[in-house]
């Protein structure tokens, strides 16, 4: 396997955490109201191409557990 999309995506798995998952600007962007919080991770080189990426670690929105929510209201 070769080519550009493979090259940026091997420069941003090296840059994420244990257990964390990075993004691009344009995957944030896609996953628009789908729940998931995304936080910035800064610019990543991504080559002479494509210039400098806006990067995100993205991460499930915390649950809040029902019985809570409803106690809450009563």
Do not use: Y
């Not at 344009?26 to 002479?48: K, P």
Request: proline share 3%; glycine share 14%; charged share 20%.
């Amino acid at each position: 396997l070769a080519g550009i999309a493979l090259e940026i995506a091997g420069r941003v798995a090296d840059r994420a955490l244990p257990g964390e998952v990075l993004v691009s600007g344009t995957v944030r962007d896609l996953m628009a109201g789908s729940g998931i919080v995304f936080r910035n991770r800064g610019m990543l080189a991504a080559g002479a191409l494509v210039g400098e990426l806006q990067i995100h670690s993205a991460a499930a929105r915390p649950q809040r557990h029902r019985g809570v929510a409803a106690a809450a209201r009563r």
